[in-house]
T-cell receptor
Framework: GAVVSQHPSWVICKSGTSVKIECRSL??????MFWYRQFPKQSLMLMAT?????????EQGVEKDKFLINHASLTLSTLTVTSAHPEDSSFYIC?????????????FGPGTRLTVT | KQEVTQIPAALSVPEGENLVLNCSFT??????LQWFRQDPGKGLTSLLL?????REQTSGRLNASLDKSSGRSTLYIAASQPGDSATYLC???????????FGAGTQVVVTP
């Protein structure tokens, strides 16, 4: 099956610093990737839709200046958490849309655990 | 806005029993319905995808049904095993671009 990787798998940073998370589709090209956030014991909440070569579309309530998304190539999307604060600590998961004709199945990365101290 | 609900939140069964997991959604104009498995601290593994034109999908011991008129999907896992212990999430596709609305999940424990 299609493989999506994320790097790093976990990161600890100090409050006020920025952290970049990478999402890669390893064996297919993904024009569309999605970024989700998951708090403990809760489900995934869509943060934004990342389209290659264009600006990301953010969900209501998600600060686009705080969560910078760059989809620079067909296999890579990055999420940068700027000026991180402890409340940004969460599990961040990306997914890539598998481009079968007429289909929109998504494959998910393994997630990145962010802890802001 | 599509809302997805999963009941129960947690379920414990002895090994060998069949599992029945329920998912309900509010908007019958659902694009598709996907079931995922999530192990603790891990990402999601796609189990089954049902397109809006389909009524069910099967893969091995897993069978998922979709009833748009009643706003329900059910995931059946036959002859459960301890390795089936995980959180199972259902997600409704809201458009052709792939946006998903997730339920809160059902945490399953299969005891030996």
């Amino acid at each position: 099956g299609a493989v999506v990787s994320q790097h790093p798998s976990w990161v600890i940073c100090k409050s006020g610093t920025s952290v970049k998370i990478e999402c890669r589709s390893l064996d297919f090209q993904a024009t569309t990737m999605f970024w989700y956030r998951q708090f403990p014991k809760q489900s995934l909440m869509l943060m934004a839709t990342s389209n290659e070569g264009s600006k990301a579309t953010y969900e209501q309530g998600v600060e686009k200046d705080k969560f910078l998304i760059n989809h620079a190539s067909l296999t890579l999307s990055t999420l940068t958490v700027t000026s991180a604060h402890p409340e940004d600590s969460s599990f961040y998961i990306c997914s890539a849309r598998f481009p079968l004709a007429g289909g929109n199945e998504q494959y998910f990365g393994p997630g990145t655990r962010l802890t802001v101290t | 806005k599509q809302e997805v609900t999963q009941i129960p939140a947690a379920l414990s069964v002895p090994e060998g029993e069949n599992l029945v997991l329920n998912c309900s959604f509010t908007d019958s104009a659902i694009y598709n319905l996907q079931w995922f498995r999530q192990d603790p601290g891990k990402g999601l593994t796609s189990l089954l995808l049902i397109q809006s034109s389909q009524r069910e999908q099967t893969s091995g011991r897993l069978n998922a049904s979709l009833d748009k008129s009643s706003g329900r999907s059910t995931l059946y896992i036959a002859a459960s095993q301890p390795g089936d212990s995980a959180t199972y999430l259902c997600a409704g596709g809201t458009d052709s671009w792939g946006k998903l609305q997730f339920g809160a999940g059902t945490q399953v424990v299969v005891t030996p």
